[in-house]
């Protein structure tokens, strides 16, 4: 089992940039996938992006360019960089985590979800 905790959150303005960080209890981190995920107000929760134990990673459409899903292993930790933010970006942001070891952006393919961090981008 692993817990995560979202940080990084707050509120910016349309431009700016925010970095996402989710801290990953399990020292067995870099065996899991993770992913981000979000969720706007009264909507399904979406996927952004995900990054397996090799390395590899896949956006959702659209994303990539403006968001960058790294992790660091050694510090058990998964980044999201967002730059360029809109005020459509105004979610509560996710991360999640799946010992399947593939890639996905489907909620259900997760089994651990931290509590989520708010982005909110004012125009």
């Known amino acids: 089992e692993v817990q995560l905790v979202e940080s990084g959150g707050g509120s910016v303005q349309a431009g700016g940039s925010l970095r996402l960080s989710c801290a990953a209890s399990?020292?067995?981190?870099?065996?899991?996938?993770v992913a981000w995920f979000r969720q706007l107000s009264g909507k399904e929760r979406e996927g952004l992006a995900t990054?397996?134990?090799?390395?590899?990673?896949t956006y959702r459409s659209g994303s990539r360019g403006r968001f960058t899903i790294s992790r660091d292993n050694a510090n058990n930790t998964l980044y999201l960089q967002m730059n360029n933010l809109k005020p459509e970006d105004t979610a509560m942001y996710y991360c999640?985590?799946?010992?399947?070891?593939?890639?996905?952006?489907?909620?259900?393919?997760?089994?651990?979800w931290g509590q989520g961090t708010q982005v909110t981008v004012s125009s």
């Open positions: 990054i397996n134990p090799n390395g590899a990673y």
């Open positions: 399990a020292a067995t981190f870099n065996t899991y996938s």
């Open positions: 999640a985590a799946s010992n399947r070891g593939g890639l996905s952006l489907i909620p259900a393919y997760f089994d651990y």
